[in-house]
Every structure is written in C-alpha cells, then in structure tokens.
C-alpha cells in the first residue's frame, strides 16, 4: 500500500461507473450453418472456448469480452482478431480515461461480482447490460494505471511461461515413457497380465453399510483418486479385511468403468474400495515391478467391453492385455531394467505432476501471487457505495 502511495503522490482516485468511461455493444450472430472447418477467426460467444471459426472478423484482438448468456459474466481477454456473436459484449474504453488493460484487471477482480448480479433463476444463466455498467471502478491517472498494468502483466507473463514449460514437460514425459517402452534394442517379450497375477477386488459394500461420515473412507468409482464423500465402520473394515481381498501396500488400482484404466498406487492408508469398479492385479513383484505396472497402465491398450450404454473394464480384458518385459529369461536384469525405467518416468513424473513438487507448485504459487497483487493495487479509498 505504501508502493501505491507513492505512485499517487497525494492525486485523488476519482471513482466513476462503467458507463462513463467505456461502451458495451453486444456481437452479431452467427449460427452453427455459418461456422467453417478451416477459418480463419474465432467466434466467441462469451463463454471459455470458441464457437468455432469464420472467414471474417468484426473485432481486434486485446477486447475485453463479457459473456452475456451461459457463463454470464465471464470476463476474458482476448488476444487475436475474432468475431463476436450477439450472446458477447465487448467493452471499448473511452482510452483519454482509462487504459484496456487496466479495465479488464480490475473486471476481472470482480468476476465474482458480476456472477452475482447475473441472472440465475432462468437456464440460459444471463446478465444485464445496464448492470454491467453500473459497476464503478477507481480511475488514478493514466501514469499510475500503466505502472499497475506493468506490474500484474509481469505476473500473467510469469505463469504463462510456466504454463508453456509445463506443457513442454508433459511432452517430453509422454515421448520417453512410449520411447522407454517400446524396448527399442531391447530383448523383449510380450505376456499377458494374467501371467503377472490374479484380478482381485474388495468384498462388495451396500448402500446401507456405507454413511457420510465414519471411521473408514470408502471409494466408489466417483471418488476415485480424489476425496471420499462415504464412509463404513471400523468393525465392517476389520471383518472384510482380514476374511476377504485387500490390496497390499504399493499395488496399483485401477478404475474399471468411469474413467476406465485410471491408476493410483495403494499407500497403505486405510480406506476401503468399491467391487468390479476398482481392482488390482495380486503382484508379489518377482515378475513385474508395481511401479512399472503403474505406468504401463497409463499407456496400456485396454480392450474395453461395451455392455451396452456403460464401457467397463472385466477381469478378462485386464488378464488379456499385453504388458512389455524386457529380458524375460533373466529376472534379475528384467527388474533392473523395469527399475531403471521406473527411475527416469519417476523424475518426469515429479517435474509435472506432483502437489508438493515441480512445476504445478510453482504456477500456483504465482497465480494466487498475482490474484493478491491484483486485489492489493486496484483497492482504493472509496468516495462512494457500490
């Protein structure tokens, strides 16, 4: 706050509405009939993606763009020419007043807002233009909105260049783990994952077993990977587990229907797994390192059954699928083989997708940096009641 004082120097913020320092002029419609496979601009109707694309544009590129319908009041930035449909406002800023860029910081400091005051009780979602323009926003002068801009672009540019490197990342990740398993030069031989072990899964838990809250977390295909929303009890958890199967600490389980072949290895926790959706394979690793299995599966080609509306993945199509070993006649080089692979997708694997580490840290960190920068230099003195 100090820093913005400075800036100031003791000029007064004079705050006006949207009204007096900008237009907004709703796009021209567009169908469907209109859209062409290869053009050349964008249609943005408002909302997070595109339309699809035309040959014509009737706006420039660094518009601001409200979405009036759906998303209402979804604000963005758009960085190309494109055509804006009749569903898209578009705020031009009286530029002698307030600066573009500035204009869509400090809208996008009240997107909350401008979901509030949209119309929600009616599907489309929508949201009044006249609204829109009753926001007021702080004007400092020019000097100090650019300084402003300067400094919150410096962030956007920050994340975008993570965001880039992370994508890169994934990239390489990608390329290595196929490269890494194709075994190029590499004594190989294809088996079955029935020859690793038995598909196993966890005594089946009804409707009346499981509460909302309770001592065991219990994961049904829903909450998979993710967070438990049910719950049994300890003495049904005891029971099963010591009568019936139970993953080992360090097998993998894989989501069977839903998002079909997604993997998360057991830590051990205790939790509890929902039949026929979540299984694993029963692996003493003398054959087949977890881990190796682990990231096997995220390229495996599974042959998914279609029992009718619902793809699911059986028991059968899991001891059917086909796994890469390398130097099947020699065990102990097999699993330094799969160990030394394990290793290098490790390393990838930390650098794009880990909580605690690499990347995905560093650009939330600097998202929600700037998100309180942002708040912190558009917050001025108020000499009036929004």
């Known amino acids: 706050m100090s820093y913005l004082e400075k800036l100031l120097n003791g000029v007064e913020v004079e705050w006006k509405t949207l009204s007096e320092v900008c237009e907004i002029i709703r796009g021209v419609r567009v169908t469907k ?3 062409i496979i290869n053009g050349k601009y964008p249609v943005v109707s408002g909302g997070i993606g595109y339309m699809g694309y035309v040959n014509e544009y009737n706006r420039d590129e660094n518009t601001i763009t409200i979405a009036q319908y759906g998303t209402a009041g979804y604000v963005k930035w758009q960085t ?5 449909n009749d569903v898209c406002f578009c705020v031009n800023p009286n530029i002698d007043i307030i600066l573009n860029r500035y204009l869509y910081f400090y809208l996008i400091n009240k997107q909350q807002y401008l979901y509030e005051i949209s119309n929600r009780t009616a599907v489309p979602y929508s949201i009044d233009r006249n609204k829109i323009l009753k926001l007021q926003i702080p004007i400092p002068p020019l000097s100090v909105q650019k300084e402003i801009v300067r400094i919150l672009d410096s962030f956007t540019e920050l994340t975008a260049e993570l965001t880039a490197e992370l994508t890169a990342r994934k990239k390489q990740y990608n390329y290595y ?6 075994f190029e030069g590499v004594e190989v031989e294809w088996k079955t994952l029935g020859w690793v072990g038995e598909v196993r899964m966890c005594k089946r838990i009804f409707k009346n077993q499981t509460s909302d809250s309770g001592d065991i977390p219990f994961f ?3 909450t998979f990977g993710k967070e438990p929303d049910s719950y049994i009890s ?3 958890f005891d029971e099963y587990r010591e009568k019936y199967n139970y993953p080992r600490v360090g097998e993998v389980l894989i989501s069977a229907s839903g998002t079909i072949g997604r993997s998360v290895i057991f830590n051990g926790e205790e939790a509890y797994f929902q039949d026929s959706n979540i299984v694993w394979l029963e692996n003493d690793e003398s054959k087949v390192l977890n881990k190796y299995l682990f990231y096997f599966y995220q390229v495996a080609n599974w042959n998914i059954s279609d029992g009718g509306v619902i793809k699911r993945l059986y028991n059968d199509n899991i ?3 086909q796994i890469p070993i390398p130097y099947p006649n020699n065990p ?3 699993l330094a083989e799969q160990a030394r692979i394990v290793s ?4 990838f694997d930390t650098l794009t997708t880990s909580i605690s580490e690499g990347l995905p840290k560093e650009i939330e960190l600097r998202k929600k940096q700037y998100e309180y920068y942002r708040d912190l230099l558009l917050t001025f003195p108020k000499n009036k009641i929004e």
Not at 177 to 182: I, Q, V
Not at 344 to 347: T, Y
């Open 344 to 347: 290098i997708l490790d390393k």
């Open 319 to 321: 001891k059917n699928t």
């Open 33 to 35: 009939k209109d859209l």
């Open 234 to 236: 300890r003495e049904t």
């Open 332 to 334: 102990e080089k097999s």
């Open 177 to 182: 783990r196929e490269k890494l398993l194709s």
């Open 80 to 84: 190309e020419k494109f055509w804006a």
């Open 220 to 222: 049904k295909i829903g």
